[in-house]
């Protein structure tokens, strides 16, 4: 019986000296020495791997359970077809698949399973003089990392941890140089407070105060290098002659001009930290930075934690990614989810009209979504359905705009993207609005008679209505005269009344006399 053994250096093949004692059930006790282990098993051929890509590709077969043309080549120029040997493996399906094409007798149980862990407890001792006794470990190692990059298709130059510090420090950056910049014009701004209105730029600012220091030294100093306009320099130095500052000292003037180097220096090193940034979007989501742009690109990654986390969202996630307190308080309120979250700062949405923003935010995240997997998925180095995605969200764009539809072409390289989109162009191209006069009609004498029916019809009904009102204003007017009627006969009859009283009485009066 021959046992077949896989290394980290290579195959070996094994011949069982006592195969009666592999069923024993004390036969860990052989393998405790390295003598009493070579009495058991003897090396028979060792054949190593000529490179690291091979050993991987060895190995990698072995974990698929698939025949490697390296160990079929071993096995038939060790194991002749007539010698009627067994075979011992490892693995069961490896075993059906050297018994197919091989036509060699393949064994696998348990038995043979105590047998190799047996043999990988002296396998430094068994296999003696061909390898050495710290490379053996050495081979181990480097195997394990060369499969486990091959497994992960790992990359030095993928490493998406360096874009999430990378995006946070330039958040961090941004906030730090718009604090202190603020702290300098108003500090500066008690000796000099015009100068904060003729210069908006903060490095412009800090350059300028480093450059003059006190501002009686404005008219003597050259900005040109700082300041390319001319007029601004001129209404600068003008400025500063008349200035309403108070005066400040020398002690004052040194702290100003620290904080303006600080603010100089941190500006320089936030350019050089995007630069960084956009080579490393590039080279490891190069189809999201052509979506949505670095920042926009590199703050998805951030929020996610990671690309391969970024993969798997949906797009529905990808576009309200930002938005998690919005989409909340929208569920608990039941009033309207939000349509974008940090999709939003994308170009492609900033072309679009208000209206249609969330309708291309939609658009605009399920190719991301697309472009995102194939950038942590896929093996390619540069942009390859980055483009025509863009594409398909321009036309989108032209077609919301009420333009034509943009042609459908790929660019090969990236130095010939695709055009930016231009709105009034768009609408200039658009089709002239639909006029419902220049339709025509079918049957137009059933039409015409059809409609002077339905005006009869509305006549005679209006005509009926008008009548039950002049019918009802009549009735209403003879029942307010017999009421008007009734209360003055009434009247006259108390009036009558009371005139028989007043004789009565009187007739009695003249009676009594």
């Known amino acids: ?42 090396l028979k051929s060792f054949a190593p791997y000529g490179s690291t890509t091979e050993a991987v590709v060895a190995a990698t077969s072995i974990i698929e359970s698939t025949l490697d043309k390296g160990l079929k080549k071993f096995l038939k120029k060790h194991i002749k077809d007539d010698s009627g040997e067994e075979l011992a493996v490892a693995d069961l399906k490896l075993g059906g698949l050297i018994k197919e094409k091989l036509d060699i007798q393949c064994v696998y149980n348990d038995s043979i399973m105590e047998l190799i862990r047996g043999v990988r407890t002296q396998m430094e001792s068994l296999i003696g003089s061909d390898t050495e006794t710290g490379g053996l470990k050495s081979m181990q190692l480097g195997l394990s990392h060369s499969l486990s990059r091959y497994k992960l298709k790992f990359s030095a130059d993928k490493v998406d941890i360096m874009i999430v510090q990378a995006i946070g420090l330039l958040d961090d950056l941004d906030k730090e140089i718009n604090i202190y910049a603020m702290r300098v014009r108003e500090w500066y701004g008690w000796h000099f407070p015009e100068m904060a209105k003729i210069l908006n ?45 108070t005066e ?69 996630t990808i576009q309200i990614l930002g938005a998690e307190k919005a989409l909340f308080r929208a569920l608990k309120t039941k009033t309207d989810t939000p349509k974008y979250g940090l999709i939003y700062h994308a170009s492609l949405i900033g072309q679009a009209a208000p209206k249609n923003k969330g309708k291309i935010s939609r658009v605009l995240a399920a190719k991301t979504a697309l472009a995102i997997r194939v950038d942590a998925l896929g093996d390619n180095d540069g942009p390859t359905i980055g483009y025509d995605n863009k594409l398909k969200v321009e036309a989108r764009i032209r077609q919301l705009e009420g333009g034509q539809k943009a042609t459908m072409a790929v660019h090969g390289s990236a130095n010939g993207g695709p055009a930016k989109y231009d709105a009034t162009a768009a609408r200039a191209l658009a089709p002239p609005k639909y006029n419902t006069s220049t339709d025509m009609q079918i049957d137009s004498a059933a039409s015409a008679k059809k409609e002077k029916k339905d005006k009869k019809d509305k006549k005679r009904a209006r005509e009926e209505d008008e009548e039950a009102v002049v019918e009802e204003e009549k009735t209403a007017k003879k029942s307010k005269k017999d009421k008007k009627r009734d209360a003055e006969d009434e009247a006259e009859e108390a009036g009558a009344g009371t005139e028989d009283k007043k004789k009565k009485k009187k007739k009695d009066k003249s009676e009594r006399d």
């Open 1 to 42: 019986m021959l046992l077949l053994f896989e290394t980290s250096a290579g195959y070996a093949l094994f011949k069982v000296l006592k195969p009666d004692k592999i069923n024993s059930p004390t036969l860990w006790e052989s393998f405790q020495t390295a003598e009493k282990a070579s009495s058991v098993v003897k």
């Open 201 to 245: 730029d903060n490095m412009f600012y800090a350059r300028c105060v480093l450059r003059m220091g006190m501002r009686i030294n404005c008219k003597n100093c050259d900005f040109s290098d700082i300041l390319a306009d001319e007029a601004v320099e001129s209404t600068l130095k003008k400025t500063a002659e008349t200035s309403m500052g």
């Open 248 to 316: 400040i000292s020398e002690m004052d003037l040194l702290n100003i001009k620290s904080l303006c180097d600080q603010v100089i220096a941190l500006s320089e090193y936030r350019l050089q930290l995007f630069d960084y940034l956009k080579n490393r979007m590039a080279a490891i989501a190069p189809n999201l930075t052509l979506m949505v742009g670095e920042l926009v690109g590199a703050r998805l990654i951030a929020h996610s934690g990671s690309l391969i986390n970024l993969s798997k969202h949906p797009a529905s």
